[in-house]
């Protein structure tokens, strides 16, 4: 069996601004990419993710009593219009599939994406994203020294991210 | 009813999340902290002030992931979901008090947080140099984190203390008030 049980191939951080933060791989024998593919990676995918937000569509709300006294014939105003169940927020991409691999995005409430490529057939990936989430709340902001929205070089960080991915459950 | 929930999350989450250590140590820290600063600035209260609130300011950039990260909540849907977030979950996790929400604004942009409980401020007395009491705010480094973590969240708030028990008032009372929301990369709307 591969060395890496859970399926996961690598992690890519990227700030709110779409810069890339952070890269690296879980397993050995991945395409390898140049650091300026993966900026351009990055930014590409932080804009596409802009794009798939700002394109959720919007239905017509059904108007609940339209026998007011308003001159109101024309089409419905933009107000007239909503997104599917208002009380949840629009999300960009959450995954993106391939026969061979699959592409996950956690958006942070501030902004930062967490990009995770796993196999198409590994399970709890949204736990997995969670757990890396904390670690990064842990060992990279809580880290006095890390510079808010610059490159994650934090040793601890690696350190407990491979450890806990490589550890079984 | 999420009010309810909301003390629930932030209960579970002090209860079998959280490190806790020795409050003294907090305190005292803290102590130190606000001490040296007085100090430092000569007992320029307003500057110390400032450096409190600043240095809140970068905690809270940082502790917004953490209390993301621990509690898993979604963004909240008003202002008065947030400050009922604020002190069931945020104060109750990170400091284990809840202060009470209140005297809102009839616009819900404002309102005031009620620490019956503060752990910074055991042991405190304030310095008799005719000053202190009028000046220093002692737990100013608490209104930094909220802008700090708040502005993470896309939201622009102003906080200050208006009242503290160490001055001789009858509560501590922080008042917090929304700015604006940050729009967050999305272009403004084009019409």
């Known amino acids: 069996m591969p060395s890496n049980p859970r399926g996961v191939f690598s992690l890519i951080i990227i700030n709110k601004a779409g810069g890339l933060i952070y890269q690296r791989e879980f397993q050995s024998g991945l395409r390898n990419l140049s650091t300026n593919d993966y900026l351009v990676l990055a930014g590409t995918f932080h804009g596409v993710h802009a794009i798939t937000r700002s394109i959720t569509p919007k239905i017509p709300i059904a108007q609940p009593a339209p026998s007011t006294t308003s001159t109101g014939t024309a089409a419905p105003a933009a107000s007239g219009y909503s997104y599917p169940n208002p009380g949840v927020p629009v999300s960009g991409l959450d995954y993106l599939e391939t026969d061979k691999f699959r592409l996950t995005c956690f958006q942070t409430l501030t902004g930062t994406k967490f990009l995770l490529f796993t196999d198409p057939l590994t399970g709890g990936v949204d736990a997995i994203i969670q757990r890396i989430y904390e670690l990064y709340a842990d060992y990279v902001m809580k880290n006095p020294f890390y510079q808010i929205e610059m490159p994650v070089r934090c040793e601890a960080f690696d350190r407990h991210l491979g450890a806990w991915l490589r550890g079984r459950t | ?191």
């Open chain 2, 1 to 191: 009813m999420s009010s309810t929930k909301n003390s629930r999350i932030g209960e579970e989450i002090w209860k079998t999340r959280v490190d806790k250590v020795n409050a003294e140590l907090v305190t005292l820290t803290y102590g130190t902290i606000v001490a040296q600063l007085c100090q430092d600035y000569d007992s320029n209260y307003h500057d110390v002030n400032k450096q409190l609130d600043k240095m809140g300011y970068n905690i809270g950039m940082r502790l917004i992931e953490d209390f993301l990260a621990k509690s898993g909540v979604g963004r909240c849907v008003n202002f008065r979901e947030t400050a009922d977030m604020i002190a069931k979950v945020g104060f109750k996790i990170f400091l284990n008090v809840t202060p009470t929400v209140t005297n809102w604004t009839s616009d819900n942009t404002q309102f005031s947080l009620i620490f019956e409980d503060n752990p910074l401020a055991d042991f405190v007395e304030l310095p008799d140099d005719g000053r202190a009491q009028d000046e220093l705010w002692f737990s100013n480094i608490l209104c930094g984190v909220l802008r700090g973590s708040l502005e993470m969240v896309q939201m622009q708030i102003e906080a200050h203390f208006v009242s503290d028990v160490l001055r001789g008032d009858d509560t501590t009372e922080m008042r917090v008030s929304l700015v604006r929301y940050i729009e967050d990369e999305m272009p403004p709307e084009e019409e």
